[in-house]
């Protein structure tokens, strides 16, 4: 249900481009902070912060303890989100960020298949067509980066890492639709956060460092961006149709494309735009026939 509110027509727009804008910050300090300390930890640090921020605002909203299906596709999620995030982030350590944000973009592509599978929904012509439109603009990328100077075993490992995490991410969509029929936007967020947390503490005995406090700072960044992102786009899909707004879902890769060069030298080759265009295309193409929103903002 639409909300009633008066606002601005333009608002919905506004902080739907800022809550991306504002996600790809974050994933640039997440980069940053990978480097420094390891996916691992960069991760795991940054959903402890989030569960600081996101469990007394949900409170404070009147928050209910979930029970039953809604606890159990939350922990599901977590689990997701744990291993969805850490291998983007991983990835994005031999990947410039607009690089692996374009390859994260075919999620939606192979979510159609797992919907399929999971679900029982069809799959026809087009979406097959948008499929391989997609694979076409990663094997762009990867050839691409594959092919500079020879055999990068890094950047193999990071193309892997992320194209595994848009596998993750494209389940990710299933419980998130899932989700959306038992649970509002603020309690998955929380949750999310909640379980992530304790999944990647699993392992902190073993994995788990305290960052330096300026590394600390670009994780409690993250966290606190990712929380605001969050609830703008919630917000602003909350007020208009998906088809509007979907458009700017893509806006994310020419951030990446300015916050990796800004905060980390990177430029931007003619293959990823070449291949990004693909992808875009084909996630385009199916989105018209599916109305699927992506929300890049689950990571």
């Given at each position: 249900?639409?909300?009633?509110?008066?606002?601005?027509?333009?608002?919905?727009?506004?902080?739907?481009?800022?809550?991306?804008?504002?996600?790809s910050?974050?994933?640039?300090?997440?980069?940053g902070?990978?480097?420094?300390?390891?996916?691992?930890?960069?991760?795991f640090?940054?959903?402890?912060?989030?569960?600081?921020?996101m469990l007394?605002?949900?409170?404070?909203?009147?928050?209910?303890?979930?029970?039953?299906?809604?606890?159990?596709?939350?922990?599901?999620?977590?689990?997701?989100?744990?291993?969805?995030?850490?291998?983007?982030?991983?990835?994005?350590k031999?990947?410039?960020?607009?690089?692996?944000?374009?390859?994260?973009?075919?999620?939606?592509?192979?979510?159609?298949?797992?919907?399929?599978?999971?679900?029982?929904?069809?799959?026809?012509r087009?979406?097959v067509?948008a499929?391989?439109?997609?694979?076409?603009?990663?094997?762009?990328?990867?050839?691409?980066?594959?092919?500079?100077?020879?055999?990068d075993?890094?950047?193999?490992w990071?193309?892997?890492?992320?194209?595994?995490?848009?596998?993750?991410?494209?389940?990710?969509?299933?419980?998130?639709?899932?989700?959306?029929?038992?649970?509002?936007?603020?309690?998955?967020a929380?949750?999310?956060?909640?379980?992530?947390?304790?999944?990647?503490a699993?392992?902190?005995?073993?994995?788990?460092?305290?960052?330096?406090l300026?590394?600390?700072?670009?994780?409690?960044?993250?966290?606190?961006?990712?929380?605001i992102?969050?609830?703008?786009?919630?917000?602003?899909?909350?007020?208009?149709?998906?088809?509007?707004?979907?458009?700017?879902?893509?806006?994310?890769f020419?951030?990446?494309?300015?916050?990796?060069?800004?905060m980390?030298?990177?430029?931007?080759?003619?293959?990823?735009?070449?291949?990004?265009?693909?992808?875009?295309v084909?996630?385009?193409?199916?989105?018209?026939?599916?109305?699927?929103?992506?929300?890049?903002?689950?990571?």
């Open positions: 249900m639409r909300s009633t509110e008066t606002h601005h027509p333009l608002m919905p727009f506004l902080a739907v481009a800022t809550g991306i804008a504002t996600f910050v974050m994933d640039a300090l997440m980069k902070a990978s480097l420094a300390v390891g996916a691992y930890n960069a991760m640090w940054r959903s402890l912060v989030g569960v600081t921020v007394p605002y949900w409170r404070l909203r009147g928050g209910i303890w979930p029970r039953g299906e809604a606890l159990r596709l939350h922990a599901m999620r977590g689990l997701t989100s744990a291993f969805m995030a850490t291998t983007f982030f991983y990835g994005l031999f990947l410039p960020l607009a690089e692996g944000m374009a390859i994260s973009f075919i999620a939606p592509l192979i979510a159609l298949y797992l919907a399929a599978v999971l679900l029982g929904e069809t799959i026809g087009r979406a067509f499929s391989l439109l997609g694979l076409a603009g990663v094997v762009v990328i990867a050839a691409a980066r594959l092919g500079q100077g020879g055999y075993e890094n950047a193999a990071g193309i892997a890492a992320i194209l595994a995490s848009a596998v993750l991410y494209a389940w990710n969509l299933i419980l998130q639709k899932r989700q959306a029929l038992v649970a509002g936007p603020i309690e998955v929380t949750f999310q956060a909640v379980f992530t947390s304790l999944f990647l699993l392992v902190a005995p073993w994995l788990a460092a305290l960052p330096p300026s590394v600390m700072g670009h994780i409690g960044g993250s966290a606190l961006l990712a929380t992102s969050l609830m703008l786009i919630s917000w602003g899909y909350g007020r208009a149709e998906t088809q509007v707004l979907l458009p700017l879902e893509y806006s994310a020419i951030w990446a494309a300015i916050m990796g060069w800004f980390f030298g990177e430029g931007l080759s003619l293959p990823t735009i070449a291949g990004a265009a693909l992808i875009v084909g996630c385009w193409i199916a989105a018209r026939k599916q109305g699927m929103h992506t929300e890049q903002t689950a990571l």
